[in-house]
Nanobody, 127 residues
Framework: VQLQACGGGLVQAGGSLRLSCAAS????????MGWFRQAPGKEREFVTG???????????YYADSVKGRFTISRDNAKNTVYLQMNSLKPEDTAVYYCAADSRQRVGVREVYEYDYWGQGTQVTVSS
């Protein structure tokens, strides 16, 4: 699986951005997808994840730091996962990575639990 993230940029505090991550392969719908971020000098951290459970049922989960501001979604027909980021803060500044867990686990939050990674897209929030 190859992942390609895009949509990053520079935005003022309080603004919004929407990241996209396009995946190759025909089994995208079976993967748990996640977004992580890494700020300079810090470890990569979990942001949000989503698993499709069939039909219109999805399970999404978030880090406390973004809950209520960020929304993850996916379009299995387009092999794409999205991250809508609202009310952005300077502390959200980081390189954002999308990732895929081929074992379809629910609630995975650790870097080592994801098998595939995108190249990252820079998000910069100015104060």
């Amino acid at each position: 699986v190859q992942l390609q993230a895009c949509g990053g940029g520079l935005v003022q505090a309080g603004g919004s951005l929407r990241l996209s991550c396009a995946a190759s392969g025909r089994t995208f719908s079976m993967y748990t997808m996640g977004w992580f971020r890494q700020a300079p000098g810090k470890e990569r951290e979990f942001v949000t994840g989503i698993r499709w459970s069939g039909g219109n049922t999805y399970y999404a989960y978030y880090a406390d730091s973004v809950k209520g501001r960020f929304t993850i979604s996916r379009d299995n027909a387009k092999n794409t996962v999205y991250l809508q980021m609202n009310s952005l803060k300077p502390e959200d500044t980081a390189v954002y990575y999308c990732a895929a867990d081929s074992r379809q686990r629910v609630g995975v939050r650790e870097v080592y639990e994801y098998d595939y990674w995108g190249q990252g897209t820079q998000v910069t929030v100015s104060s």
